[in-house]
């Protein structure tokens, strides 16, 4: 996990060539393990960052089961 802002958002940085989807699975159990709801997954090896950015948003019951 890179970061956590505002205790609220689980921050994730990459600069890869491609967001993969062990990046998501990565996120989502950082999501899972925090007990955080929402993330931000950054790619930073972009030419518009806006184009490198996913927002995942957990299922509040997914949450509360920890």
């Given amino acids: 996990m ?3 802002v505002g205790g609220l958002v689980v921050v994730e940085l990459k600069s890869v060539e491609r967001l ?3 990046h998501e699975a990565q996120l989502l159990t950082y999501l899972r393990l925090s007990g955080h709801w929402l993330g931000l997954l950054i790619n930073f090896n972009v030419p ?3 184009n490198g950015i996913k927002r995942f948003v957990l299922a ?3 949450c509360e089961s920890n």
């Fill in 2 to 4: 890179d970061e956590v």
């Fill in 20 to 22: 993969e989807p062990i």
């Fill in 48 to 50: 518009v960052l806006k």
């Fill in 60 to 62: 509040k019951t997914l």
